[in-house]
């Protein structure tokens, strides 16, 4: 069974719910339009659901609720420590300082670092999409994934998001992580009992899983093989590295209240297509989409766009379950 809240309801709640556990009413509200909208997308995992998670870890101090993000750095290359606080205010103002940079100088980029986790990494990108730009953004997460040939858990899933302006249309956004599944769809085939394919994870000595049990105790496995993981690799650097972070290794989990504060990192990279193609990209971009059309496929990211519609009609649908955890950490039994 379930509830239908209206946007504004989710977002009144969920923000109550944080600011009741040692959270800033600035960054309780900007977490909650993030997991919002996150829930509207239908991105669940980075939605609701993380609102009695991060309720806890603010609680007890994992999660600084009040902390205030800083800007150092100078020219296009600029650094924001989110000081053990929530992702999304240090975010939010590294967007802020991306747009204005970016279209001065046709390129500017930012190191997020001492933040937990972005959730879904493809809306921010979009943001500054919606502003003109091109935009990249690069995330490290708890250890999930091993090495090339490895077995221990060591690199995060490591997100990457992208998105681009398209004329008279949503930008288009890519948003992935990089392991074939997440950990989640191994603990739902546990609780039904089912076994799991070969690709999804290795065990504790680096051997093909097909029992969850097993999997969970091993490493997820990366898409496309030694790729994904070179993939991820480069989040690892450009996150841990070269934003000065912890590496996923080094950080606690963000889904329970053990541990010191994860402290992972987040790089954004904006680009004004100005800058290197005058008034040709938009043009090239219309023909791009038109390309896809003509083929009868969709542009990724493209499912987001009826679910908000649909959202915004009839509200979304929270079980009942989750909807009493969060009334209750609202203090609205």
Same mark, same amino acid.
């Given at each position: 069974?379930?509830?239908?809240?209206?946007?504004?309801?989710?977002?009144?709640?969920?923000?109550?719910?944080?600011?009741? &556990? !040692?959270?800033?009413?600035? %960054?309780?509200?900007?977490?909650? #339009?993030?997991?919002?909208?996150?829930?509207?997308?239908? #991105?669940?995992?980075?939605?609701?659901?993380?609102?009695?998670?991060?309720?806890? #870890?603010?609680? +007890?101090?994992? +999660?600084?609720? $009040? =902390?205030?993000?800083?800007?150092?750095?100078?020219?296009?290359?600029? !650094?924001?420590? =989110?000081?053990?606080? $929530?992702?999304?205010?240090? @975010?939010?103002?590294?967007?802020?300082? /991306?747009?204005? /940079?970016?279209?001065?100088?046709?390129? *500017?980029?930012?190191?997020?670092?001492?933040?937990?986790?972005?959730? #879904?990494?493809?809306?921010?990108?979009? !943001?500054?999409?919606?502003?003109?730009?091109?935009?990249?953004?690069?995330? %490290?997460?708890?250890?999930?994934?091993? $090495?090339?040939?490895?077995?221990?858990?060591?690199?995060?899933? &490591?997100?990457?998001?992208?998105?681009?302006?398209?004329?008279?249309?949503?930008? /288009?956004? @890519?948003?992935?992580?990089?392991?074939?599944?997440?950990?989640?769809? @191994?603990?739902? *085939?546990?609780?039904?009992?089912?076994?799991?394919?070969?690709?999804?994870?290795?065990?504790?000595?680096?051997?093909?899983?097909?029992?969850?049990?097993?999997?969970?105790?091993?490493?997820?496995?990366?898409?496309?093989?030694?790729?994904?993981?070179?993939?991820?690799?480069?989040?690892?650097? /450009?996150?841990?590295?070269?934003?000065?972070? %912890?590496?996923?290794?080094e950080a606690s989990a963000f889904l329970d209240a053990k541990g010191g504060p994860p402290e992972l990192g987040q790089f954004l990279v904006a680009l004004d297509p100005s800058h290197f193609s005058g008034d040709s990209f938009a043009p090239r971009m219309a023909a791009l989409a038109a390309a896809v059309a003509d083929d009868g496929a969709r542009l990724p990211g493209d499912r987001r766009l009826a679910l908000r519609e649909q959202a915004a009609r009839s509200g979304i649908a929270v079980t009942d379950d989750l909807y009493a955890q969060i009334k209750n950490l609202a203090g609205e039994h």
């Amino acid at each position: 069974m379930s509830v239908t809240l209206s946007l504004s309801e989710a977002e009144r709640l969920a923000a109550r719910a944080l600011m009741l &556990n !040692r959270t800033s009413e600035t %960054n309780a509200r900007l977490t909650a #339009q993030a997991l919002v909208a996150a829930e509207v997308d239908g #991105q669940s995992g980075h939605g609701l659901t993380r609102v009695p998670s991060y309720s806890e #870890q603010a609680r +007890v101090g994992k +999660v600084d609720g $009040f =902390a205030i993000p800083m800007l150092s750095g100078k020219g296009a290359s600029l !650094r924001v420590d =989110a000081r053990a606080g $929530f992702a999304y205010p240090a @975010i939010e103002m590294a967007l802020e300082t /991306l747009t204005p /940079l970016a279209r001065e100088m046709g390129t *500017a980029s930012v190191g997020i670092f001492a933040s937990h986790h972005c959730g #879904q990494a493809g809306r921010h990108v979009e !943001r500054l999409a919606e502003a003109g730009l091109i935009a990249f953004l690069f995330a %490290n997460t708890p250890s999930a994934m091993a $090495f090339h040939g490895g077995a221990r858990p060591r690199m995060g899933t &490591n997100p990457l998001a992208f998105a681009a302006p398209i004329p008279d249309r949503a930008p /288009l956004v @890519i948003d992935m992580a990089l392991s074939v599944v997440a950990r989640g769809k @191994i603990l739902s *085939a546990k609780a039904r009992g089912e076994s799991i394919p070969t690709d999804w994870a290795v065990d504790a000595e680096g051997k093909p899983a097909t029992e969850p049990d097993k999997a969970l105790a091993g490493a997820l496995l990366p898409i496309g093989g030694a790729k994904g993981s070179a993939l991820a690799l480069i989040v690892e650097i /450009l996150c841990g590295a070269l934003a000065g972070s %912890n590496f996923g290794w080094e950080a606690s989990a963000f889904l329970d209240a053990k541990g010191g504060p994860p402290e992972l990192g987040q790089f954004l990279v904006a680009l004004d297509p100005s800058h290197f193609s005058g008034d040709s990209f938009a043009p090239r971009m219309a023909a791009l989409a038109a390309a896809v059309a003509d083929d009868g496929a969709r542009l990724p990211g493209d499912r987001r766009l009826a679910l908000r519609e649909q959202a915004a009609r009839s509200g979304i649908a929270v079980t009942d379950d989750l909807y009493a955890q969060i009334k209750n950490l609202a203090g609205e039994h």
